[in-house]
């Protein structure tokens, strides 16, 4: 049997463009002599679509791009994520769902059973579940078990801990799949490349039967998905591997057992690097912008996006902005003209030391002469830099791309209004520790210095004060970052990060700084982040402003 992998990059509302990706992959599958194509989660609509999956105009309308996709399929059978509406006016207006179509002809739909509301989901909010309407579906003489992303990540010979106690996966095995088809939209995040490989092998071996995972790619607001299809034989042996974050349509023959690792390449550094292009390419390409703005400081955390969105949209559509202040060191220029060079960029130099004394007077505010002496005053310079920002980006219609990484945001250090403005928050999930790791990466992928060794090395500072540096104000981004991953991407409680080897009076006052209602306040005002982790900052985390919470370790 022939099988086909339709890992497209889909967007969300583009009935047309969507539906259009669908049938042109279609028409490879039936080129290549393919027997079946397989298409991610919720391919027609895009799975992101939040409370558009409630719009009265959607659900009269959603099963419209099958009128155009079905024809298509004369001659091969498709698997196709979509939604369906819920004819019984109790529950969510729609069911999310596999329709399965052969040679011309809707056989049925493969109703999604496990709704998750962990992290970036929120299933029931939208969707129906399924009732227990599960079969198997014939393409060529194989019987196929299909089910709805979900309904394969509960497998309790796999998984530690489970949320739910039924596995639609097992049920369709029982019932006699010869093959189980999972469709998919699983977000990036660090790990869950190798997590699913694992998992999909797993379950393949386990049950002497194929697996056909395929995945969504793209990027969509914030949530990336990395794409990364897998197709494993009975022997849990993969025997496709498609690539990750780009898209992918290949066919294979299940009967081949040859291992393919195509698509697993590099390490988690590379990996982010990935994400967080495909994030800002994505991002700027479907809200309609072909060129983006920055603001260059001679650090790290610029300069890495400088990179990175230098990549995604092509240097010469990139503007690096330079407002050196009165406490702007001479390296915070040379250095970031040695990037612009390297990189290819337009630049440009906005100085700002002559509005902020203007500033400074009509607001009767002091000069800063040390760092947080006068706080509002080192503000003030963010703030104008944001502002020069935001009038290029609205004059030349360019994307503002914010450029402060996840641990300066976890505990408030940034100025709101100044250097969070933005269209887009590249780094807002990576935290300082991997920015180094992941410049270091590019370098050495280069063979050359794209990033400049002396900004990486460079100590961190915001230069809004004489002498002024972050670890002035905050504990060393060494000590720092290990206690937010573990808060952040694994959830633990400050009595667990301590057991994890870091000191006590430092996990309860970084916790605070995190937790602190004036940090949430900033936080919740950021552009859309770019996710690379569990639990991030950004649309997975719900936290209130107003609140009266505070870590005490004498509790």
């Given at each position: 049997?022939?099988?086909?992998?339709?890992?497209?990059?889909?967007?969300?509302?583009?009935?047309?463009?969507?539906?259009?990706?669908?049938?042109?992959?279609?028409?490879?599958?039936?080129?290549?002599?393919?027997?079946?194509?397989?298409?991610?989660?919720?391919?027609?609509?895009?799975?992101?679509?939040?409370?558009?999956?409630?719009?009265?105009?959607?659900?009269?309308?959603?099963?419209?791009?099958?009128?155009?996709?079905?024809?298509?399929?004369?001659?091969?059978?498709?698997?196709?994520?979509?939604?369906?509406?819920?004819?019984?006016?109790?529950?969510?207006?729609?069911?999310?769902?596999?329709?399965?179509?052969?040679?011309?002809?809707?056989?049925?739909?493969?109703?999604?059973?496990?709704?998750?509301?962990?992290?970036?989901?929120?299933?029931?909010?939208?969707?129906?579940?399924?009732?227990?309407?599960?079969?198997?579906?014939?393409a060529n003489g194989v019987n196929l078990g299909v089910v709805v992303c979900e309904d394969f990540w509960?497998?309790?010979?796999?998984?530690?801990?489970?949320?739910?106690?039924?596995?639609?996966?097992?049920?369709?095995?029982?019932?006699?799949?010869?093959?189980?088809?999972?469709?998919?939209?699983?977000?990036?995040?660090?790990?869950?490349?190798?997590?699913?490989?694992?998992?999909?092998?797993?379950?393949?071996?386990?049950?002497?039967?194929?697996?056909?995972?395929?995945?969504?790619?793209?990027?969509?607001?914030?949530?990336?998905?990395?794409?990364?299809?897998?197709?494993?034989?009975?022997?849990?042996?993969?025997?496709?591997?498609?690539?990750?974050?780009?898209?992918?349509?290949?066919?294979?023959?299940?009967?081949?057992?040859?291992?393919?690792?195509?698509?697993?390449?590099?390490?988690?550094?590379?990996?982010?690097?990935?994400?967080?292009?495909?994030?800002?390419?994505?991002?700027?390409?479907?809200?309609?912008?072909?060129?983006?703005?920055?603001?260059?400081?001679?650090?790290?955390?610029?300069?890495?996006?400088?990179?990175?969105?230098?990549?995604?949209?092509?240097?010469?559509?990139?503007?690096?902005?330079?407002?050196?202040?009165?406490?702007?060191?001479?390296?915070?220029?040379?250095?970031?003209?040695?990037?612009?060079?390297?990189?290819?960029?337009?630049?440009?130099?906005?100085?700002?030391?002559?509005?902020?004394?203007?500033?400074?007077?009509?607001?009767?505010?002091?000069?800063?002469t040390k760092g947080g002496e006068s706080l509002a005053a080192e503000n003030m310079q963010s703030r104008?830099?944001?502002?020069?920002?935001?009038?290029?980006?609205?004059?030349?219609?360019?994307?503002?791309?914010?450029?402060?990484?996840?641990?300066?945001?976890?505990?408030?250090?940034?100025?709101?209004?100044?250097?969070?403005?933005?269209?887009?928050?590249?780094?807002?999930?990576?935290?300082?520790?991997?920015?180094?790791?992941?410049?270091?990466?590019?370098?050495?992928?280069?063979?050359?210095?794209?990033?400049?060794?002396?900004?990486?090395?460079?100590?961190?500072?915001?230069?809004?004060?004489?002498?002024?540096?972050?670890?002035?104000?905050?504990?060393?981004?060494?000590?720092?970052?290990?206690?937010?991953?573990?808060?952040?991407?694994?959830?633990?409680?400050?009595?667990?990060?301590?057991?994890?080897?870091?000191?006590?009076?430092?996990?309860?006052?970084?916790?605070?700084?995190?937790?602190?209602?004036a940090n949430e306040f900033k936080r919740q005002q950021l552009p859309p982040t770019l996710i690379i982790?569990?639990?991030?900052?950004?649309?997975?985390?719900?936290?209130?402003?107003?609140?009266?919470?505070?870590?005490?370790?004498?509790?």
């Open positions: 049997m022939k099988v086909t992998i339709g890992q497209i990059n889909t967007t969300n509302g583009d009935l047309t463009g969507n539906t259009e990706k669908i049938i042109a992959a279609i028409e490879k599958a039936k080129a290549d002599g393919s027997d079946l194509i397989v298409f991610p989660e919720v391919a027609t609509h895009g799975y992101t679509s939040q409370d558009w999956f409630q719009d009265p105009d959607i659900i009269r309308h959603s099963l419209d791009p099958l009128d155009k996709i079905i024809p298509a399929t004369n001659g091969i059978t498709a698997v196709v994520g979509c939604i369906k509406p819920n004819e019984n006016p109790n529950g969510r207006r729609l069911f999310n769902c596999a329709a399965v179509i052969h040679d011309g002809k809707l056989i049925d739909f493969a109703e999604k059973t496990l709704l998750p509301e962990y992290d970036v989901f929120d299933d029931p909010r939208y969707f129906e579940p399924n009732a227990g309407h599960y079969r198997l579906y014939e509960n497998d309790k010979t796999f998984w530690k801990e489970r949320l739910y106690e039924n596995d639609p996966t097992d049920i369709v095995l029982d019932m006699g799949a010869d093959v189980v088809v999972s469709i998919n939209a699983s977000p990036y995040n660090k790990g869950k490349i190798g997590l699913r490989g694992k998992m999909v092998s797993h379950r393949a071996k386990l049950a002497r039967t194929p697996v056909i995972f395929v995945n969504l790619i793209g990027g969509n607001d914030g949530i990336i998905f990395d794409g990364a299809s897998l197709v494993a034989d009975e022997e849990g042996d993969i025997i496709l591997q498609a690539a990750a974050f780009e898209e992918f349509v290949e066919t294979v023959e299940l009967d081949v057992r040859k291992p393919d690792a195509r698509g697993i390449t590099g390490g988690e550094p590379e990996a982010i690097r990935q994400a967080l292009v495909l994030g800002i390419r994505d991002y700027a390409g479907k809200n309609g912008f072909q060129k983006a703005v920055l603001g260059l400081s001679g650090g790290i955390d610029s300069a890495l996006v400088a990179a990175l969105a230098a990549e995604a949209i092509g240097p010469e559509n990139l503007l690096c902005v330079m407002m050196p202040s009165p406490f702007s060191s001479e390296g915070s220029i040379t250095d970031s003209e040695e990037l612009i060079k390297n990189l290819g960029c337009e630049s440009r130099i906005e100085p700002i030391s002559d509005t902020f004394e203007v500033l400074l007077k009509q607001t009767k505010l002091d000069k800063p104008l830099r944001g502002v020069i920002l935001m009038a290029i980006s609205n004059a030349e219609g360019r994307l503002l791309l914010s450029t402060g990484n996840k641990s300066e945001l976890a505990v408030g250090y940034c100025t709101l209004y100044g250097d969070t403005n933005g269209g887009l928050a590249v780094l807002g999930d990576v935290l300082k520790t991997e920015v180094w790791k992941i410049a270091r990466h590019i370098n050495k992928t280069a063979g050359r210095e794209i990033i400049p060794n002396k900004i990486i090395d460079k100590r961190p500072s915001a230069e809004l004060a004489p002498n002024q540096f972050d670890q002035d104000s905050l504990p060393p981004y060494e000590l720092m970052d290990p206690i937010l991953q573990l808060y952040f991407e694994q959830k633990a409680s400050p009595t667990e990060i301590i057991a994890a080897g870091n000191d006590a009076e430092l996990v309860y006052a970084i916790l605070n700084k995190v937790e602190n209602p982790s569990k639990n991030a900052i950004g649309v997975g985390r719900r936290r209130p402003i107003t609140h009266k919470y505070r870590r005490n370790k004498d509790l």
